[in-house]
């Protein structure tokens, strides 16, 4: 599995886009990104994944570049709830083992 | 639709006593998983099942086993529990295109 990088943490102002980096340049042309999150002592929650064309959902949207080498989660008006630690995984479709890493902090701010 | 149930929700044991962890999803999931969770840090795959009636190890199996027997129940066990066994435990289950479905954890403390 390709391995990611993401900045350990960022703010955003409440009501604002929270855009959320992750970098995946060994990613193979097989992998799909995955975003999960994982709010305080509560189990980790799926938010989206895709291939290489952008994704949306009622939750996110999600950018890849046309390369795959990153990609960006977007929370189009993030809310106190949404502050998380935000995960990124580069991983085959069929594959087990969810190496979560360290993720983002996003911490919302009223 | 209840989604990922685990039953316990909290558990402190001695050690060397075992205990059984459930899980269930009412999904209708092949891809069943138990991880744990340390302080601080990500989670480890501990077994994972691809249907009923199959586990297989994932990265940290030692000190664990699973079984599947039914389709919507993945059970964890612990034989003699250890005091490094204490953690959160996970359990998911996963849909066609590997997303997984988290429950709200068992936390376990070996004394």
């Known amino acids: 599995d390709a391995k990611t990088t993401q900045p350990p943490s960022m703010d955003c102002a409440e009501g604002r886009a929270a855009n959320l980096p992750c970098n995946h340049s060994?990613?193979?042309?097989?992998?799909?990104v995955y975003w999960y999150r994982q709010i305080h002592s509560q189990g980790p929650q799926y938010i989206i994944h895709?291939?290489?064309n952008n994704e949306t959902n009622e939750m996110a949207s999600l950018i890849i570049t046309e390369d795959r080498k990153s990609s960006t989660l977007i929370l189009p008006h993030a809310t106190l709830r949404d502050t998380a630690v935000y995960y990124c995984?580069?991983?085959?479709?069929?594959?087990?083992?969810?190496?979560f890493g360290t993720g983002t902090r996003l911490t919302v701010i009223p | 639709n209840a989604g990922v149930t685990q039953t316990p929700k909290f558990r402190v044991l001695k050690t060397g006593q075992s205990m059984t962890l459930l899980c269930a999803q009412d999904m209708n999931h092949e891809y069943m998983y138990w991880y744990r969770q340390d302080p601080g840090m990500g989670l480890r795959l501990i077994h994972y099942s691809v249907g009923e009636g199959t586990t297989a190890k994932g990265e940290v199996p030692d000190g664990y086993n699973v079984s599947r027997l039914k389709k919507q129940n993945f059970l964890l066990g612990l034989e003699s529990a250890a005091p490094s066994q204490t953690s959160v435990y996970f359990c998911?289950?996963?849909?066609?295109?590997?997303?997984?479905?988290f429950g709200p954890g068992t936390r376990l403390t070996v004394l």
């Open positions: 060994t990613i193979s042309g097989n992998e799909y």
């Open positions: 895709g291939l290489k």
């Open positions: 995984i580069a991983l085959l479709t069929g594959a087990n083992n969810l190496f």
């Open positions: 998911a289950s996963g849909g066609v295109y590997n997303e997984q479905f």
